[in-house]
């Protein structure tokens, strides 16, 4: 075999264009998501009329959630007008209520501005959950597809972590401010990116998905994979698409339980609850670090371990580092509820071991963040039809704002009622449950084409047959 160096470099060239398009379509992940966790440095800081205007414990809950009810919206719009627009007008779009919402933060006098504000932020970030998996999904090559699916997660715990910095040091219209230069760069840097040929060709525009091809790939001769694109969505738009396919349609039906399934484990694990109390959480535990330092830390950490882990998805593949996660978390979790069950409702001094709540989070975090925080992001982009995925994903979008907005009420009313150690508890069994699921329905999906892995859910493969596989 000759050594091909033009080969090797048209090779890095378009795996470079692939990064870029993915890094840049995540710049607006890394805004929405300081917006979600700007609720832990700041809440505490309106609550105690430490600013120009003082909010109470009520208010406080549903500006907490109301960046739910924006995205809820957001889903359905972006659902709906993907297929007309296309996913790179939308997120380049959506560089603007990411700009206003930062702008309405950061001149806010009264807790008005803020609920506009968290809610464009919202809707911003529901255009980017139905957008951005679909988009990278359709733009990588399939041995890089869950590196490139995982930047999703992985930007959004920079937005988490820059917010826990900023948010320790800064007044909330300093980091609003601040927070306008995220869009502005978003909107000058994927401006210049390529659109999904997936997209082109469901336009029937066949030499617009060519030259897209071309400049991912970097190289003229694209037939093969774009007759392979073309023949694919033929024959899934050989029947009308509606949303009934996402539940009369086999292939879609299991897609649609596997989602589901993975992303009520992910919610109900109680981790988006911890972004949003983090603070508070550190500040009951009694540690010896101050809460702020502590959710520095925390974020930290959860940022390394989700890098690692959307390094090595396309190695050991999404089951195992799910099931390893899932596992994981239960008994950080009910290490977290014992410690906070016999420091409340158990008499005795456990000063002691105030450690424990510390490393059983970093525990929590490092765990989750090996799996169950990428991957049901990764394979929600991969194993939905192209005709039902925009639907698919504003469905997962709004099922997730819901899911998200009763797991905050709940943990902000079980605390108060009975306790810390009771949501965590809940948190806990269900990561448990979570593990069965998991075992029972998820398949493996490392290193398949989009259109192997739709084969392979219609023929509903086994998935003890998969696992045979893997460990041959």
Known sequence: ??????????????????????????????????????????????????????????????????????????????????????????????????????????????????????????????????????YLSEIADPDIRGILSSLFPVFSVVGLLLMSILGAYLPIDTVGYIGTLLPILLFLTFSWMPESPY?????????????????????????????????????????????????????????????????????????????????????????????????????????LSAAISSYIVDTTGRRPLLILSTFGASLALFVLASYFYMKINIGVDITQFSYVPVIALLCFVIVYSIGLQNIPLVMMGEIFATNVKATALGLMDIYYGILVTLTSKFFHWTNEEYGMHVPFLIFASCCLIGVIFIVLCVPETKGKSLEEIQIQLRDGKPVAKELDMELS
């Not at 779009?93 to 950061?106: D, K, N």
């Not at 897209?212 to 994979?225: C, F, P, T």
Request: aromatic fraction near 12%; include cysteine.
């Open 1 to 134: 075999m000759k050594f091909n160096i033009s080969s090797l470099m048209a090779g890095k060239k378009c795996r470079l264009l692939q990064y870029m398009a993915g890094i840049g379509a995540n710049i607006g992940v890394i805004s929405t998501y300081m917006h979600y966790g700007w609720t832990s440095p700041y809440i505490p800081v309106l609550q105690s009329g430490n600013y120009t205007f003082e909010i109470t414990s009520d208010e406080a809950s549903w500006l907490t959630v109301v960046i739910l009810a924006g995205a809820i919206l957001g889903a359905i719009v972006s659902s709906f007008a993907v297929k007309f627009l296309g996913q790179k007008f939308l997120i380049v779009f959506s560089s603007i209520p990411l700009f206003i919402s930062w702008i309405s933060i950061a001149v806010a006098r009264s807790i008005v501005l803020l609920f506009i504000g968290r809610f464009l932020a919202g809707f911003a970030d529901g255009l980017f959950f139905t957008i951005v998996p679909m």
């Open 199 to 303: 997209y082109f060709v469901s336009k029937g525009e066949i030499e617009d998905a060519r030259r897209s091809l071309q400049k991912l790939r970097a190289k003229d001769d694209v037939n093969e994979e774009l007759e392979r694109i073309s023949e694919g969505m033929r024959q899934q738009n050989d029947n009308k698409s509606s949303a009934f396919d996402l539940v009369l349609v086999k292939s879609n039906r299991r897609a649609l339980i596997i989602t589901l399934g993975l992303r009520g484990i992910q919610q109900l694990s109680g981790a988006p609850v911890i972004i949003f109390y983090c603070e508070t959480i550190f500040q009951e535990s009694g540690g010896a670090i101050s809460s702020e330092v502590a959710a520095m830390i925390y974020f930290s950490v959860q940022l």
